[in-house]
């Protein structure tokens, strides 16, 4: 990890806070949101830099940045000869690219089993509309099944968005 | 706001669709966590997509956390502006409702607060600018205009995710 000059290191400080204040860091926990910035700004760091930099817990830190590797957020660079391995986020529009992708392969792996659930509420309404929950619990699938439609159209322009970034980065 | 007093049951759902509640709660929480979002947070915002209004202890009776926390994470929803807070008729019990209108908001406040954080990136780029030479200088100047490029990508996303949510 380079050392930052103290002046740098400064402006990296604020810019971290102002991120962690910012709608960036909404619905995110502040230490996973902490570590993502601090790989936005550090691109390359091991788990112990990362412990230097913010002073969470190696347990917490590790949770973390293992989430992010399955996540495809960050990738394994290099591992030292004493084992220690130091991550990358090596481009910032390719976090944010396989973070969506996540997010939508995420949602569409659940249709199968919510199509199941309205295939029976529609085929069992007479018994099923007996017991409470019904019309809630219909309401909510539906309204997930018409998402997945805008999800795959999205899918679809991501893979478009996808080929051209891939094209920027190997240019 | 005050509307009617809510059936004190209403929120327990039976056989079958007490499963089916926890398939949608189960997919949501997963949604939830690929967007790196607080575990606790994203079961209670599960429970209310579905049910649509919830006071504290129907949340208690649904997720078992203690009312302290439902408390603290539904201050952050409302502060957030996810969702509204409305008294029950003749009581002093209040119910939580998603805000239908939040997707449109949080579009709108991308357009608002996108261009705010780009411009303190840019900011802060000049600043650097000061320290040429520095350890660090480079890598920091790189990464943050790696960051404001990767904004235009995030609005155009941002628009369609809106999109899916507001139809």
């Given amino acids: 990890m380079i050392t930052f000059s103290p002046e740098i290191k400064k402006i990296e ?3 971290i806070t102002h991120f962690l204040n910012s709608i960036l860091s909404e619905g995110r926990d502040v230490i996973t949101s902490t570590i993502l910035f601090y790989f936005i700004t550090r691109k390359d760091l091991t788990q112990r ?6 002073g969470f817990s190696a347990g917490k830190i590790s949770q973390e940045v293992n989430e992010f590797v399955r996540m495809n957020l960050i990738t394994i660079l290099s591992k030292s000869s004493t084992g220690e391995i130091t991550y990358s986020m090596e481009s910032i529009e390719s976090e944010i690219f396989n973070r969506g992708i996540n997010i939508i392969k995420s949602n569409l792996k659940w ?18 509309r007996k017991l409470n ?3 809630k619990i219909k309401l909510n699938v539906e309204e997930q099944l018409l998402r997945f439609t805008g999800y795959k159209n999205l899918l679809k322009m991501w893979n478009v968005l996808e080929q051209k970034l891939e094209k920027k980065l190997n240019s | 706001m005050t509307v009617s007093r809510d059936s004190s049951k209403e929120h327990i759902f039976e056989g079958k669709l007490k499963e089916y509640e926890q398939v949608l709660v189960d997919f949501l929480v997963e949604s939830g966590r690929a967007k790196s979002a607080d575990f606790k947070l994203q079961k209670i915002l599960a429970y209310l997509s579905i049910h649509k209004r919830l006071t504290q202890k129907q949340f208690r009776d649904l997720t078992s956390y203690s009312i302290g926390t439902i408390s603290k994470k539904l201050r952050f929803f409302i502060d957030s ?7 029950i008729e003749k009581s002093n019990e209040y119910f939580y409702q998603i805000d239908n209108l939040v997707y449109a908001r949080v579009g709108n406040l991308s357009h608002t607060e996108f261009p705010r954080i780009k411009e303190y990136i840019s900011m802060k780029l000049a600043e650097l ?4 030479g520095k350890p ?3 890598l920091l100047t790189l990464r943050l205009n790696e960051m404001l490029q990767s904004f235009d990508f995030i609005t155009r996303i941002w628009s369609e995710i809106r999109g899916i949510f507001t139809r």
């Fill in chain 2, 81 to 87: 502006g996810v969702i509204e807070k409305k008294r």
């Fill in chain 2, 129 to 132: 600018e000061i320290h040429k």
């Fill in chain 2, 136 to 138: 660090g200088h480079e």
């Fill in chain 1, 13 to 15: 400080d604020e810019v």
């Fill in chain 1, 49 to 54: 830099e990362l412990q230097k930099l913010t």
């Fill in chain 1, 111 to 128: 249709e199968p089993k919510l199509l199941e659930i309205i295939a029976d509420l529609n085929d069992n309404e007479e018994q099923l």
């Fill in chain 1, 133 to 135: 929950g019904y019309e």
